[in-house]
């Protein structure tokens, strides 16, 4: 026993020392006022509870090591005292009391996502994240980046493992920046840890959280509920930026969704659709479709030489666009534009054989979501 | 060197103190497989309960070990993320359901009627209906994982719309594996009540009972309050999965959340359900090898009925990050602080009954202090979980794992360990092999730790839950749990060896097998004849 | 206490051939519900599970009127069906917890109404209100039309709460060994029980035929069905526990002062009673 009370006490004094430098041992100070917190109250518990141990164990390895039978010890026996009772009962509740208190108050701030200069939607979907900057007529998904042939070990892992995507969620600093939390299908949680956010999205609710970020730089995080297959796959980054920096990037996004949307009016070519549908897939249908369009079944069927797709080129354009109730299929007709759903239609028609030769254009597409 | 020993008590007749002796109204028992499944006898039911148990627990280690093996290295080398989740969720049900709860019913069938100097138990045909009922959840629980699409996959917290829309076609029937284990549970219990509340030695008061039947009275009481709720919302999974309903889907009013909150209302007092007999065990064992009367006996049962009553009232602590609505999280919080006090006073009230005792190291006793260093660990991360803000960092990430590890493994399970080697002179007359058990603890004791302590860090470092592949910077943690999860496992091939000696054989035991044990069951031989306290012992209060 | 009459059975079979036959019935009912399998693996399991407790009540019947129990055995067998029926309300305490929760918390909220109301964004179109007519999406075709609680539901009530009366009444005549009287008021809390079950299966129809109330139908008809249903399961068992009692008054069982199966019947009775009350009023009424 004794050897083990000291490989505690060795290993909380390591967790002290290694904390002062707080990476990736303890949690993160964070670069939020909420972060530096939280923080505070993680460390004040931890320390509390280091010094109650201290007391608990202390006084139970004298009695185990003074009272040995082994030694002669012979054994007392009271059994009752009512003051010592009173006292230790007291007293903890006396030292909860005082953990309570700034914990309330950081709670209430936490809840206060009242005055903000920014709304981003953050919506969870199987499985990546879809971010829309609310008035900024901006808005883009964001997909985990790392290859799959890194995590079956065929390719040597990068720097970021795991934790990199295509599009990270840009931010301003100083800035107070509201989050209203969704998703389209499971229970998702969006969390990074240096913000101090983390907040379930409930499919049919919206759940709001905040940050104002200090410093700049990029943020890595994580999905936090068990959402399926991919549950981790599905990183968060996000990237702070100076306020000036930030007003300039959103300017180019905006003008480049401009751009976009134009491509709708004209005549696309079929290169060009399956070129734009093969990034689209890869990206999006792929996780569950599977590269090779075989899919997964029973769970997700191949498109693939899938009979029903090839014949019926109505059924998959609205399958695509309005998804199939009831089933892990979504609807993308919110989540991806015209020029997007017509390119990957296009694409399902004519990768891996499927060879319909047929193809969609976006400015049907552009009719059919009118209606 | 005798220590001044309590009394042990005097029974005034009880034909079962003369060895052996049998009340001829009993035939012959049928004999082979067929007495198995059709007795009515507490003994052989609780020993029934417990090989089910011991079977349950390698089955829930061995996913475990699948798990830690994925989890060893990062990247995906040895089962594809679908069948991890499964792992996962196969873990938690089946070592929750159907390890650590039916080695407490196990426990209790043993014991009870022994320390509270009963025939039997009150409902004895009942009894082996609820535990019958087990093999034939549990096989069909288990038998999803070779079902088209695979087994249950969403957590042993089967949260909506992931284990309703989203979920393969077996969860229909892992809905219904679920339902035959609570009724198996809520019968058992129902029993469990009875026969304390109506079954005791005359003479014996509410407050004689030795802490192992008072915690399992409140457990039980905690069963059959919150099984059916368990019930009930599993029935609502099964109707928004198979007519249509929509309990827990927006688009027709309902509310995702609404199934956590009925989850948890089951799910804490589960988990208490799943330490208090394990604060009885130990509130028997401590004093016995300390040679010295439990200190504090009534605040020890008003702390576990207040443990009981608060757990009501915390359930909403696993969902700090749902989005409730600020009071509720101040509340839960507040509630959920509370259970620190009078867990509190258990812990004081054990370390006081060492102080000056006269303390001897057999393996019950060994198991049962670090059963108490090892919860309290566990306990202390449970309260930073309660601090709501703080909990927004830790929640679903390894740190989480680490705190129910600690009070479930070196918590319930070593409680466990610790009841079997304490009343296996009982059950089988011999003495388990000491040195044997001494190995079994230590290699536990450092395999445990080994285990779970280095998820602490993981978590905080920011590891979340139920993934089978994790970023670059968690590689160190992980591979030292998953190496300590192989010892820990292995270890307790130990544990098994030491029992199947111990049933063949070792140093024969005197009915009082350990020095400073004073309950009833102590009064009978060892082994315990099939049939004990037919008539029933007058109980003499002891005077210290 | 007593001093050493406690019966305890010799080994039975009814246990483990009722576990089996459980498990027989889950599963048929697994398969049936996921595969469209035919239900004969479920009527197999629930002919099985019918013949067990017919078995297994026997022996304990003939138990008891051999006089193999004492005062002790009775206070099991009242903890025993106490604790029973406690579990019941819990299980009903779960589906009116639910009922509480969307009515105070989630339909609100969805509505744009409460702390958490903003969740309205995805919902422009929705106005919460209860009974809840529109579900918040479309696709979701809510009810009609709802039941007015003063036609059939007050009728059932009145029907439930005199059957409860008729039935204190015959316990009172065991008691006092009329047994003649007692026989006529059971049977007429049978025959209330049945007409119970007869009207409550006339409004199903009515929901499904006029109203649109269906399992489908949005949250509303979710709560209804699944209040009303597991209560009408529990009046149909209730009914039959009650036939099977009067069967054994007929047969000159129970004495005055001992008779404990009618007495568990009469509070389980008495329970589905108070349960059907908080149903009417916060399933009809409010
Ligand atoms: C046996 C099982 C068991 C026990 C006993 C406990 C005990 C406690 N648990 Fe734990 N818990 C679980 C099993 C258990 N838990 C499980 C399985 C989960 C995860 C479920 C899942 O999501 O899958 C969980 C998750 C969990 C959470 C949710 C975390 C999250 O998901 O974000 C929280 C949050 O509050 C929590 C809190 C507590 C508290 C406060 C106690 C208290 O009872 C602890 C009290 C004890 C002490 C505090 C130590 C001794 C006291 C003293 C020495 C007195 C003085 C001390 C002070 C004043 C500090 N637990
Ligand atoms: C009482 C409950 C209990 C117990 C005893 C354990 C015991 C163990 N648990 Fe578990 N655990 C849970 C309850 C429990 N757990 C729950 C509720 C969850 C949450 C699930 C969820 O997220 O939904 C969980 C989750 C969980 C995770 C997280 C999974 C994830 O999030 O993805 C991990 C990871 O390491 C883990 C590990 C272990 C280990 C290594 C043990 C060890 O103690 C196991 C010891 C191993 C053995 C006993 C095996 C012995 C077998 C052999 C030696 C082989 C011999 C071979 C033959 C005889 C054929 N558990
Ligand atoms: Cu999304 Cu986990
Ligand atoms: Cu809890």
Redesign the interface.
């Known amino acids: ?1 004794r050897s ?2 000291r ?2 006490v060795s ?1 909380s004094v390591f ?1 002290s020392i290694t904390s002062v430098h707080a ?6 100070r964070g670069v939020t006022d909420v972060s530096g ?2 923080y505070g ?2 460390m004040t ?2 320390w509390i ?1 280091v010094v ?2 201290a007391v ?2 202390g ?2 390895f004298y ?2 090591f003074r ?4 030694k ?10 009512t003051t ?2 009173i006292f ?2 007291t007293i ?2 006396l030292i ?1 009391v005082g ?2 208190v700034p ?2 108050a ?3 701030k ?2 206060d996502a009242s005055e903000a200069d920014l709304d981003v939607m953050i919506i969870g979907q ?1 499985w990546r994240w879809r971010y829309e900057y609310l008035g900024e007529e901006v808005a883009f998904t964001s997909n985990m980046s790392t290859p799959r042939a ?4 065929e390719e040597g ?1 990068g ?5 990199e995507v295509d599009e990270p969620l840009v931010l301003p600093i100083n800035r107070k920046v509201r989050f209203l939390m969704t998703s389209d ?3 998702h ?1 969006w ?1 990074v ?1 240096e913000l ?5 999205t ?4 919206i ?2 959280n905040w940050v104002n970020i200090n410093e700049p730089g990029i943020y ?14 599905m990183p968060i980054v996000v990237h702070a930026m100076e306020e000036a920096e930030f007003d300039a990037w959103m300017v180019e996004r905006k003008e480049a969704m401009k751009q976009e949307a134009l491509g709708v009016d004209r005549e696309w070519e079929m290169q060009e659709l399956m070129a734009r549908g093969e990034t689209v897939f890869e990206s999006i249908c792929a996780a569950c479709h599977q590269s090779e369009g075989q899919g997964a079944p ?2 997700f069927p191949a498109l693939a030489g899938n009979a029903r797709l090839i014949e019926d080129r109505e059924w998959h354009i609205q399958t695509v666009i309005n998804g199939v109730s ?3 299929m979504p609807a993308f007709r919110n989540t991806l534009n015209p020029v997007e759903l017509a390119s990957v239609v296009t694409y399902t028609r004519n990768a891996w054989g499927n060879d319909t030769g047929d193809s969609v254009q976006p400015a049907d597409i552009a009719r059919r979501l009118a209606q | ?1 005798a ?2 020993l ?1 009394p042990t008590y005097p029974l005034e007749h009880s034909a079962t103190t003369a060895a052996g002796s049998q009340a001829p109204t ?2 012959a ?2 004999r082979g497989l ?2 198995w ?4 006898n507490h003994k052989e039911i609780g020993s029934l309960y417990l090989i089910f148990s011991l079977i349950m627990f390698f089955i829930g280690g061995i996913f475990a070990l699948v798990i830690r093996a994925e989890l060893f290295q ?4 040895l089962v594809n ?2 069948f991890f ?1 499964q792992m996962t969720t196969m873990h938690g049900l089946i070592m929750v359901f159907a390890a650590v709860m039916p080695a407490f019913t196990g426990l209790a069938n043993w014991m009870i009627p022994l320390q509270i100097g ?3 138990m ?5 009894n ?2 609820s535990f ?2 087990l093999p ?2 549990f ?2 629980l288990l038998s999803t994982l070779f079902m ?2 695979g087994g249950p ?3 042993w917290t089967f ?1 909506a ?2 284990s309703t ?2 979920a ?3 969860t ?2 892992f809905i ?2 679920l ?2 284990a609570g ?1 198996s549970s ?1 019968l058992g ?3 469990i ?3 304390i ?6 003479g014996m008061r509410m407050m004689d009972m030795p802490l192992f039947v008072w915690t399992w009275l409140i457990t039980a009481f905690l069963l ?6 368990l ?3 599993i ?2 999974m099964l ?1 928004d999965i ?6 827990f ?10 199934f956590q ?2 989850f948890w ?1 089951f799910g804490h007092p589960e988990v208490y359900i799943m330490i208090l007999p394990a604060f009885g065990i130990v509130s028997v064992i401590i004093p016995t090898f ?10 020890m049962v008003y702390a576990t009925a207040s443990i009981a009553l608060l757990s009501f009232m915390v359930w909403a602590h696993h969902m700090f ?3 409730l ?2 009071a509720a ?2 509340f839960f ?2 509630s959920t ?2 259970i ?2 009078p867990t ?2 258990k ?2 009230n054990w ?11 057999e393996s019950p006793m ?1 198991f049962s ?2 059963f ?2 090892l919860f ?2 566990g306990g ?1 991360s449970g ?2 979980l309660a ?4 909990d ?2 830790y ?3 390894y740190f989480v794992v680490a705190h129910f590890h600690y009070v479930l493994v070196p918590g319930a399970v070593f409680a466990i360990m610790a009841a079997v080697y304490y009343w296996l002179p009982k059950w089988t007359g011999h003495y388990p092999n000491e040195r044997l058990a001494q190995w079994h603890f230590w290699l536990s ?1 450092i395999g445990v ?1 080994l285990t779970f ?1 280095p998820m ?2 993981s978590g ?3 590891m ?10 968690f590689a160190d943690f992980n591979m030292l749990s998953s190496l300590g999860a192989f010892l820990f496992g292995f270890s307790q091939l130990l544990f098994v060896l030491g029992v199947v000696l111990c049933v063949r054989g070792g140093k024969k035991a005197p009915a009082q097998a350990w020095e400073g044990a004073w309950d009833l069951e102590w009064t009978v031989p060892s082994p315990a004849p099939l ?1 004990t306290f ?3 012992p007058v109980f003499k209060r002891p005077t ?1 | ?4 009459t ?1 019966y ?9 051939l ?3 036959a ?2 027989i019935m ?2 048929g ?2 398969m049936q ?3 469209d399998a035919s239900s004969i693996i479920m009527l197999v399991g629930l002919v099985g599970i019918l013949s067990v407790m017919g078995f ?1 009540f026997r022996d304990v019947v003939r138990e008891s009127r051999g006089g193999l129990y004492d005062t ?1 055995m009775d ?3 009242r ?2 069906m106490g ?2 029926i ?3 309300a ?6 009116f ?2 009922l509480f ?2 009515r105070t ?3 609100p ?2 509505g744009g109404e ?3 109301g903003i ?1 309205a964004l ?2 422009p179109d929705f106005v919460p209100q209860w009974p ?1 007519m529109n ?3 479309e ?2 075709v809510g009810p009609r039309g709802i039941f007015s609680p003063w036609q059939l539901p007050l009728v059932n009530t009145l029907i439930l709460v005199t059957s409860s009366i008729t039935l204190t009444v015959a316990h009172e005549a065991l008691k006092e060994g009329h047994r003649k009287i007692c026989r006529n008021w059971l049977t007429g809390t049978v025959l209330l029980g049945l007409c119970f079950i007869l009207i409550q299966g006339l409004e199903y129809y009515e929901a499904y035929a006029h109203y649109g109330i269906t ?9 209804f ?2 209040l009303t249903g597991f209560h009408g399961v529990h009046v149909i068992v209730g009914t039959i526990i009650l036939t099977v009692m009067l069967v054994r008054v007929h047969q000159g069982h129970f004495a005055k002062e001992n008779h404990f199966a009618f007495e568990a019947a009469s509070w389980y009775w008495h329970f589905v009673d108070v349960v059907w009350i908080g149903l009417f009023i916060f399933v009809y009424v409010i």
């Open positions: 026993m083990l009370w490989w505690i290993s967790l990476n990736g041992w303890n949690m993160p917190e939280i109250l993680h518990i931890f509870c109650i141990g608990v164990f006084a139970m009695s185990l009272y040995r039978h082994s002669g010890a012979k054994s007392a026996n009271f059994h009752e005292h010592v009772e230790w009962t903890p509740l909860l953990m309570a914990a309330t950081t709670l209430t936490m809840y199987q890194q995590i079956s070990g892992f720097e970021h493992y795991l934790r299908d499971v229970i949680s969390w840890p101090a956010v983390k907040q379930d409930i499919p049919g609710f759940n709001e890595r995080g994580q999905c936090a509920e068990l959402c399926g297959i991919d549950h981790a796959f029973p769970a009831g089933t892990a | 060197m220590p001044k309590p009993h035939h028992p049928p067929l007495r499944l059709l007795t009515t990062p990247g995906l080398q993320p679908e989740n009963a025939p039997d009150a409902l004895p045909r009942l082996n209906f019958w009922l034939v959840a096989t069909l088209p699409g996959n969403f957590g949260y719309p992931l829309t989203y393969p076609p077996s229909t029937f219904l594996a339902h035959i009724i809520i219990a129902i029993n009540i009875a026969t509340l109506n079954m005791r030695a005359p059959i309050a919150v099984m059916p709720v019930a009930g919302v029935t609502m109707m198979n007519f249509g309903t929509s309990f889907s927006a688009a027709g009013g309902g509310d995702p959340v609404l909150h009925l209302f300390a040679r010295k009367p439990l200190f504090g006996y009534p605040s990050v749902v989005g609505p600020l999280e101040l919080m507040y602080m509370l620190a006090v509190g006073v812990i004081f370390i006081t009954t060492l102080f000056r005792g006269s303390i001897s190291f060994l202090l670090a108490v260093v309290t660990i202390f309260l930073m601090i709501s803000p703080a927004f960092q929640h679903d990430t004791v730790n302590f602490h860090f905080l470092a920011g979340p839950r139920r993934i089978p592949d994790y970023a670059l910077q049939h037919e008539t029933p210290p | 206490m007593s001093g050493g406690y305890v059975p010799a080994t039975s079979r009814w246990p483990i009722g576990s089996v459980l498990g889950m599963f009912i697994g519900l996921v595969y297994w002790q206070r099991s067998f903890w025993g604790w029973f406690f579990s019941e819990m299980f009903f305490a779960a589906f917890g639910a929760y969307i918390f989630a339909v909220w969805l409460g702390e958490k969740s995805l919902w809840l579900p918040p999406d696709a979701v399992l489908e139908a949005g949250i509303f008809g979710a709560t069905f699944i």
